[in-house]
């Protein structure tokens, strides 16, 4: 199993910008997919960014695209996600999960491993 430990929430301005970090240790980060999620209070966990092994091949909710951007850096086994433009609807715990699968998916039951969550606050 691989462990994930997420930093870089925090309060921020709406308009302004956070960067999320995820950092993976344990078994092997090869052919590993990466997701991010969030959770507001209330609410359903939902996805909002994937991406594959290679890198290439990301995905995004419709609510983030253009403000959003998913990266990896697969020799640092750390996955990121800059966050700008934020809006107090982007405000929930964001949880970056992983799978050893070449896809990339969009609920939250197909990943097997998840960090802890940070908090990403948006005031107006």
């Known amino acids: 199993q691989v462990q994930l430990v997420e930093s870089g929430g925090g309060l921020v301005q709406a308009g302004g910008s956070l960067r999320l970090s995820c950092v993976a240790s344990?078994?092997?980060?090869?052919?590993?997919?990466m997701g991010w999620f969030r959770q507001a209070p209330g609410k359903e966990r939902e996805f909002v960014s994937g991406?594959?092994?290679?890198?290439?091949?990301?995905y995004y909710t419709d609510s983030v695209k253009g403000r959003f951007t998913i990266s990896r850096d697969n020799a640092k086994n750390t996955v990121y996600l800059q966050m700008n433009s934020l809006k107090p609807e982007d405000t929930a715990v964001y949880y970056c999960?992983?799978?050893?699968?070449?896809?990339?998916?969009?609920?939250?039951?197909?990943?097997?491993?998840w960090g802890q969550g940070t908090q990403v606050t948006v005031f107006s």
């Open positions: 999960a992983g799978m050893n699968t070449a896809n990339i998916y969009y609920v939250p039951h197909e990943y097997r491993d």
């Open positions: 991406i594959a092994w290679i890198g290439t091949i990301t």
């Open positions: 344990g078994r092997t980060f090869s052919n590993y997919a």
